[in-house]
């Protein structure tokens, strides 16, 4: 389940700022992602680190929500850089190492396309196209499953677990093994309930 102060941050961002970073990015940046119960736990913090990440957190939010009144994008990304920096700085090695493989999990199949990652897992030009041409299809898809859905079963999970399974398909072997060993230990339900678009 979200924590309260994460929900109420992206009730007040709006669309346009949702196209330009990424709903499922800008859950799973660390300054956001740290306010997540299960990633705390991961964590586990020490001594004054509590204290310290809470007012990162909560100065970030408010840079946040003063961006978006003005329509700011470029401060609202500004606010989350300066965040994510400075939970970074809180870290030891230990939990920075632990931190990203949980941010990892948290972008889902998208994850592979970003940029250090994709770097870090040699993907050819050829298979970046493949990536983002799957990216693209399936938040259309997501977005028509969310438009009809009905009932109890999210057809959008479905369109999700799809993406995964065909993001997987395109790396080779080695690569799928190394993705898999960036991904750490998996944290149970971290991915639920983020867009990874």
Request: proline fraction near 4%.
């Amino acid at each position: 389940m979200k924590s309260a102060p994460l929900v109420l941050l992206l009730l007040a961002v709006t669309a346009s700022a949702q196209d330009m970073f990424g709903m499922g990015g800008m859950m799973s940046a660390p300054c956001m992602a740290i306010m997540w119960p299960e990633v705390k736990k991961e964590l586990k913090l020490h001594g004054d680190q509590g204290k310290r990440v809470d007012e990162v957190t909560k100065a970030t939010q408010k840079a946040m929500q003063d961006a978006q009144k003005s329509m700011s994008f470029a401060e609202i990304n500004k606010a989350i850089e300066s965040g994510n920096a400075q939970i970074f700085e809180i870290l030891d090695d230990t939990q920075d190492q632990r931190m990203r493989e949980m941010v990892l999990q948290m972008r889902g199949p998208s994850g592979i396309i970003d940029e250090p990652t994709a770097k870090e897992l040699g993907l050819s030009d050829d298979q970046l196209t493949k990536l983002k041409a799957l990216q693209a299809k399936a938040k259309e898809d997501w977005m028509n499953a969310m438009r009809h859905m009905s009932g109890s079963h999210n057809k959008g999970d479905d369109v999700i677990d799809q993406f995964r399974k065909d993001a997987i398909a395109v790396l080779t072997p080695e690569q799928a093994e190394k993705y898999k060993a960036m991904l750490g230990k998996p944290v149970k339900n971290l991915d639920k309930g983020i867009i990874p678009f």
